[in-house]
């Protein structure tokens, strides 16, 4: 078993910035994929950015340049910093830890940005 715990959501003006942070504990094994998702009200959750154990990265075109995702694997936690912050980025983050047999959530943080 994997327990996410996040942190760092909150409310921010558009422009601002948030880094949010996702720590896991448990059966910790390697390779591995941590990935942040997000979910607004009446959309699909939808994968923001995400960053495989040896460090390659990748991202939705729509935080490109905005968004950037780190890890530091000795502590098992994840990083997405959010800078430039828009109105539509309002949604509920969401970590996830996955290796090629198991896959596991944390509850979510709320991220909203007011206009």
């Known amino acids: 078993q994997v327990q996410l715990v996040e942190s760092g959501g909150g409310l921010v003006q558009a422009g601002g910035s948030l880094r949010l942070s996702c720590a896991a504990s448990?059966?910790?094994?390697?390779?591995?994929?941590m990935t942040w998702y997000r979910q607004a009200p009446g959309n699909q959750r939808a994968l923001v950015a995400a960053?495989?154990?040896?460090?390659?990265?990748n991202y939705a075109d729509s935080v490109k340049g905005r968004f950037t995702i780190s890890r530091d694997n000795a502590k098992n936690t994840v990083y997405l910093q959010m800078n430039s912050l828009k109105p539509e980025d309002t949604a509920v983050y969401y970590c996830?830890?996955?290796?090629?047999?198991?896959?596991?959530w944390g509850q979510g943080t709320q991220v909203t940005v007011s206009s």
């Open positions: 996830n830890f996955r290796t090629s047999v198991r896959s596991y």
């Open positions: 960053m495989t154990s040896g460090g390659s990265a």
């Open positions: 448990g059966s910790i094994f390697s390779p591995n994929t």
